[in-house]
């Protein structure tokens, strides 16, 4: 379940947009870990985690950056009202409309990926996990 394969591999500089419609990259957040989970709308365990998403990082407060970053094509259209409609405290909407990030990293739908502050990644994780349990804060305690 957990790949440890690409640890200590450098975050990829594929630039994606915030809600605002603002281009950022994962370097913008170096100095703290992120936990980028790639996502859809149409993605069922993707879905059923991201409740998981939103409680850890009410938990985690600033301490991490979870960074949902959906592969819809249609991108503001479909994920804002998934968004509202779901009622998130926590998450904020990222959006990859070209899917750059699942085709370059080869991954299925959801995956997640651990990064430290420094930028590496320490994990993978690919299928529906439960984010708000005691695995993932162990999990999420390895980042640095």
């Known amino acids: 379940m957990v790949d440890r394969s ?5 975050a990829p500089t594929i630039p994606f947009t ?11 957040f170096k100095g703290k870990p992120v936990l980028l989970n790639l996502w859809a709308t149409w993605c069922v365990p993707c879905i059923k985690e991201m409740p998981t998403l939103d409680t850890l990082a009410g938990r985690m407060g600033d301490r991490l950056v979870i960074l949902p970053l959906s592969q819809d094509l249609k991108g503001m259209e479909v ?5 509202q ?9 990222y959006l990859d409309t070209d899917t750059a990030f699942s085709v370059q990293l080869g991954a299925n739908l959801p995956t997640t990926i651990l990064y430290d502050s420094a930028g590496k ?8 996990f439960d984010w708000a349990g005691d695995k993932a804060s162990a999990l999420i305690a390895e980042a640095k």
Do not use: I, S
């Open 6 to 10: 690409q640890k200590g591999e450098t």
């Open 18 to 28: 915030d809600a605002a419609g603002k281009k950022t990259t994962l370097a913008a």
């Open 79 to 83: 994920v804002g009202p998934f968004f």
């Open 85 to 93: 409609k779901n009622g998130y405290k926590q998450l904020k909407p």
């Open 121 to 128: 990644e320490v994990w993978r994780v690919a299928g529906e």
